[in-house]
Structure formats: structure tokens, C-alpha cells
């Protein structure tokens, strides 16, 4: 089984702050105990291209492009709210992380591997189509999903997220679209309190209380989740797969483990087998002790190659 490792050392540039949660020491810490484990080399290793402006404003539009060049800073910190900001170097990373998206649609579905997995900062799934927010600068999984829809001719997409946040920005971009099957699980009620109601027939929610551990997440899921992605049958599934529920991660209040990752990676990778070819992409999200995210990156790789 060959697994795609795409990053860049760009992404260590960007800078959120001091002691900011989302810091250049998580794809550190991936790398390390990847290393450590050995599992390191087992996976294939691509750098992250720069995105291109064209697969950005697929997702964004012309204008949330140019407003984030324009912040970018000389020098110091440019807050776009109160807890996302960029640093001089933080427009490249972001192009690197969004373009990591792109490159690992791009190995699956030319065979070239069979899956993929994107070690980047910053993050996206909070990214709206024309809003920055919760450290987000650009949708990645937005961005790869729709190079797959446009560059490729794929007709369905599964874009399944599994962050303790509820991935809003992802369900902005994709809200109506029926090419498209977006499901979330999040912690309830949490940021950025998400009005679960949500009427599109395209969007599904697995909310999950504070204090719940894996056996309410994957009974969530399998309720939830699973008949839904069986049912549509996605040619593609795309993982925004944020650890940051594990129960050593302050950032939230759920209690999942390593084992519970481990679990969710091999149900979709049933259902990829079953659908898709095998093929799936998962790009990094949250997760921020960085030991936990480390070993939750792991357990995800073992799931999707089979280690």
C-alpha cells in the first residue's frame, strides 16, 4: 500500500503568536514520532507545491485572495480576528498547505499512490468562502475537493471531518452543492457554535456532548455518518482529520484516544474500498498536545496503509 507524506518546511514558518495552540512544533512532533516508529519510511514523501491563485478562488473567490495578501505583514503579527493571525511568512505556508491539497488529489487520482496524507499548517476547515477565521486562512480540504470535482471530473465527493470543531467554513463552501457530502463531528455546544439545524440535504452533523468518550463517538458515527457515506457512494474521500478531541488536548472536552482515530480511518477506509477505488486524501486540522497529536497522526497512517 503506498501512503503519500506531503508537507513542506514552509510550514513551520508561519507564525501565530507566542504560545499560540497552533504552533510550528505539531508537524514537528508528527515528524519526530513518525521517525521514532519507524513509519517514516514506510510512507512516500512529496514537498507541497505552492497553490495556484486559480484553485484558491475556487474556493474563496478573487477577493478573500487579495485581502490576505494585502494583511501580510512586514514585520511583527496582523490579526484578521482576535485569535488568527499571520506573520510575514504566513501567506506562503498557507499556499503551501492549500497546495498540499491539491498535489495529494492529484497522486490519488492518477494512481500514483493510493492515499495521501497533508502534514501542514495552517489549518482550514474554519476557512469560509470569504472569511478567515479560527486560524484558518484558506480552506485546504475546500481546495483539494474542488480540484477534484473541476480538474479531475469527479461527480461525488465525500468530505467527512472528524475535528472537534465543527469544520463551518467547509459546509459554507459546500452547502447545496450535491456533488458534494460534507460530514462533521464536533463537540456540542462549542465553537463556532454551529446552528445544527442546518437544512441542506448535503450536510450532515454528528454532534457529541463535552465529556464524551469513544464509545459515544463511534456510536455517533456509525449512526450518523456511516449509512449516509455508504449510500452516496463517493468516488473520493477526503479527511479533515483534526486529534484535537483526544482526551490529553485541553483545547476541548471530549475523551478519545488513539484507538478511536484508528477506528473511524478503518471504517472509511471500508468504505473507500467499497466505492472509491481505496482512495483517500486527509489533510491535518486541529489537535494540540502535541505528544497525543503525534500518536493520533500515527494511528491514522497505520489505518490508512495498513501498517
Not at 463531528?185 to 450532515?204: G, K, L, M, R, V
Not at 463511534?218 to 482526551?247: C, N, T
Request: charged residues 20%; contains cysteine; aromatic residues 8%.
Amino acid at each position: 500500500m503506498s501512503i503519500a507524506f506531503i508537507t513542506h518546511p514552509d510550514c513551520l514558518l508561519h507564525d501565530s503568536g507566542s504560545h499560540h495552540p497552533e504552533c510550528p512544533q505539531r508537524l514537528s512532533a508528527i515528524q519526530d514520532h513518525l521517525i521514532e516508529t519507524q513509519l517514516w519510511d514506510l510512507l512516500k514523501h512529496y514537498d507541497a507545491p505552492l497553490a495556484e491563485d486559480q484553485a484558491i478562488e475556487a474556493a474563496h473567490g478573487r477577493a478573500h485572495l487579495q485581502r490576505i495578501r494585502e494583511a501580510v505583514p512586514q514585520s511583527g503579527l496582523f490579526y484578521l480576528d482576535e485569535d488568527t493571525a499571520m506573520g510575514p511568512d504566513s501567506l506562503r505556508a498557507a499556499l503551501r498547505a492549500a497546495g498540499a491539497a491539491v498535489r495529494a488529489v492529484d497522486l490519488v487520482l492518477t494512481g500514483e499512490v493510493q492515499r495521501a496524507f497533508c502534514s501542514v499548517r495552517p489549518p482550514g476547515h474554519h476557512a469560509e468562502h470569504d472569511r478567515a477565521m479560527g486560524f484558518c486562512l484558506f480552506n485546504n480540504i475546500a481546495i483539494g475537493t474542488l480540484h477534484a470535482l473541476h480538474a479531475h471530473g469527479l461527480e461525488r465527493v465525500a468530505v467527512v471531518d472528524f475535528d472537534v470543531h465543527h469544520g463551518n467554513g467547509t459546509e459554507n463552501i459546500f452547502q447545496h452543492d450535491e456533488r458534494v457530502l460534507f460530514l462533521s463531528s464536533f463537540q456540542y455546544p462549542f465553537y463556532p457554535f454551529t446552528d445544527i439545524n442546518f437544512p441542506a440535504e448535503n450536510i450532515i452533523h454528528a454532534p457529541i456532548a463535552a465529556g464524551a468518550g469513544g464509545t459515544e463517538f463511534r456510536e455517533a458515527l456509525r449512526r450518523r455518518w456511516l449509512p449516509y457515506i455508504d449510500h452516496f457512494k463517493p468516488q473520493l474521500i477526503m479527511v479533515s482529520a483534526g486529534f484535537d478531541g483526544h482526551k490529553e488536548d485541553v483545547m476541548a472536552h471530549l475523551r478519545l484516544d488513539e484507538s478511536d482515530y484508528q477506528w473511524i480511518t478503518q471504517e472509511l477506509v471500508t468504505l473507500a474500498e467499497r466505492h472509491a477505488a481505496g482512495r483517500i486524501v486527509s489533510v491535518l486540522e486541529g489537535g494540540y498536545h502535541l505528544p497525543a497529536l503525534a500518536r493520533s497522526v500515527a494511528a491514522h497512517l497505520r489505518a490508512l496503509g495498513g501498517f
